[in-house]
């Protein structure tokens, strides 16, 4: 079965910040671990730039460039961050390029034709900021977008419409079989199709400048909204990749866009005949230091300044273990730092370090000196975790089984034992080097930057490797 895995399409208003690093690092390493099961051809990943929203013309004006500029300066943005921050995706969509267009206007099309997309009249509360609609009872007292404080404009035009309503009983039970996770998420969806219903929502805007023009009526343009949740078709929508999407599809959001993923998305796949997602999983949002992140904290935690501080690896493990994926949690540099002295210097780099040291002092690093080990059982918590999305608690197996062996070692003492050949010494350090095994393995998923270095050390089915340090210090 295949794997296809998704992040959302990132607007292109400022540079990655650690939200959107925590998510793709996250997709990239499920991507991982599944192109280690079951081989590379088996996986897709996928992340990209949402390019077509009204803002992006006020923000190319003032940097005084064309919104091609802007817009191919700021996707390079998110291309070098996520270089530098090791992520292996298969595509990077944008959708200003014309495969998507041209996937898009076919999808609308073939709305059109099933008869679930209709022009009517609109009139509503827009915000500018959030490009979206709101409801009066959305609104804050004062009447203005509780995000943005600012009064909606009123709008009435006519709009093309896709009928979400007629929908609503099969999203309900969609939604109550478990197509969003955390169950949390998904019953605040229940509970808004029961207590609001859903009304029809508005697809396009017409005389808006930028955007995909509707594909019958060019003076309309698709609602950003709309055209953007159909990247994650157009990536694979080429006959040699359309199998990924008859595989295992999961999409990874914020918590706050799960309406458009788990509403207006398998609404419209359900009208076109497509087969659905198998889930959506909704992670939570950072504090930073305690505090909620605004842009000026955002930048005291930019991801590759802290990439290269601390290395890819340890960013990303810091922050998958950070809090259980789903939840909201706190980050900080401090954190950062600690799972890096402590975890990773100071667990898995003294052990390697210690065990391959001793193997070679005393068995000349031959390890067919060495009786055949148990398997190590840590393993298949490790991939029950990964497979259900538990990212935490594949780390915590992983830092466990660090503990635990770093602990087995000091408590066996075998410097302290006269024959290095009695079977108790021999059988402690088969069980030892099994374990760095199933670690290294297992970092190939978590650090793969670090699993290289230890592979190199783990040398080969005869004999250790060369000694290279994995995880240098790092200056205070
Ligand atoms: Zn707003």
């Given at each position: 079965m295949e794997h296809y895995f998704t992040t959302p399409i990132y607007y292109v208003n400022a540079a990655p910040h650690i939200?959107?690093?925590?998510?793709?690092?996250?997709?990239?390493?499920?991507?991982?671990?599944?192109?280690?099961?079951?081989?590379?051809?088996y996986v897709r990943f996928t992340t990209g730039t949402d390019?077509?929203?009204?803002?992006?013309?006020?923000?190319?004006?003032?940097?005084?460039?064309?919104?091609?500029?802007y817009l191919s300066e700021m996707a390079d943005e998110f291309v070098d961050c996520w270089g530098q921050l090791g992520i292996d995706y298969d595509d990077f969509i944008r959708t200003t390029e014309p495969r998507h267009e041209s996937t898009v206007q076919r999808l609308v099309t073939q709305l059109m034709e099933n008869g679930d997309v209709y022009l009517g009249d609109y009139e509503g509360m827009y915000c500018s900021r959030c490009e979206t609609f709101l409801k009066e009872s959305e609104l804050n007292e004062a009447g203005q977008c509780p995000d943005h404080l600012i009064a909606p404009e009123k709008i009435k035009e006519k709009n093309y419409f896709f009928r979400l309503s007629k929908y609503q009983d099969w999203l309900l039970e969609l939604l109550q079989?478990?197509?969003?996770?955390?169950?949390?998420?998904?019953?605040?969806?229940?509970?808004?199709?029961?207590?609001?219903?859903?009304?029809?929502?508005?697809?396009?805007?017409?005389?808006?400048?930028?955007?995909?023009?509707?594909?019958?009526?060019?003076?309309?343009?698709?609602?950003?909204?709309?055209?953007?949740?159909?990247?994650?078709?157009?990536?694979i929508d080429r006959p040699e990749l359309n199998h990924f999407w008859h595989g295992e599809v999961t999409h990874l959001v914020g918590?706050?866009?799960?309406?458009?993923?788990?509403?207006?998305?398998?609404?419209m796949l359900?009208?076109?005949?497509?087969?659905?997602?198998?889930?959506?999983?909704?992670?939570?949002f950072f504090t930073i230091n305690g505090q909620k992140m605004s842009k000026s904290l955002g930048n005291a935690v930019e991801p590759r300044a802290l990439a290269q501080k601390y290395g890819a690896d340890a960013l990303r493990i810091?922050?998958?273990?950070?809090?259980?994926?789903?939840?909201?949690?706190?980050?900080?540099?401090?954190?950062l730092a600690e799972v890096y002295r402590t975890k990773l210097a100071g667990g898995l780099g003294n052990l390697v370090n210690r065990v391959i040291t001793l193997i070679d002092k005393y068995y000349n690093g031959d390890k067919s000196t060495l009786p055949v080990a148990p398997a190590v059982i840590h393993v298949e918590a490790f991939g029950k975790h990964m497979?259900?999305?538990?990212?935490?608690?594949?780390?915590?197996?992983?830092?466990?089984?660090?503990?635990?062996?770093?602990?087995?070692?000091?408590d066996a003492e075998p410097w302290k034992a006269p024959d290095k050949q009695a079977p108790e010494v021999l059988a402690l350090f088969a069980g030892q080097l099994a374990t760095l095994e199933a670690l290294s393995d297992m970092a190939e998923v978590l650090l793969p930057e670090a699993a290289k270095r230890l592979k190199l050390m783990l040398g080969n089915a005869q004999k250790t490797g060369e000694r290279v340090i994995l995880f240098p210090q790092i200056e205070a």
């Open positions: 939200g959107t690093a925590y998510t793709t690092l996250a997709a990239d390493t499920l991507a991982r671990y599944w192109r280690k099961k079951l081989g590379r051809e390019e077509n929203s009204q803002k992006t013309l006020s923000a190319a004006a003032a940097k005084g460039q064309s919104v091609e500029e079989g478990g197509f969003l996770k955390p169950e949390k998420r998904a019953n605040e969806l229940i509970s808004l199709i029961k207590n609001e219903g859903l009304d029809d929502i508005s697809i396009s805007r017409e005389g808006a400048e930028i955007g995909i023009a509707h594909p019958s009526d060019p003076n309309h343009k698709l609602y950003v909204w709309t055209e953007a949740l159909m990247n994650y078709y157009t990536s918590k706050d866009i799960t309406r458009f993923h788990c509403l207006i998305w398998p609404a359900h009208s076109l005949g497509l087969p659905l997602p198998k889930q959506v999983f909704a992670h939570g810091a922050l998958l273990s950070a809090f259980a994926f789903g939840n909201d949690g706190d980050f900080s540099e401090d954190h497979e259900a999305l538990e990212l935490y608690r594949a780390c915590e197996v992983f830092f466990d089984l660090i503990d635990q062996t770093n602990k087995q070692l000091a």
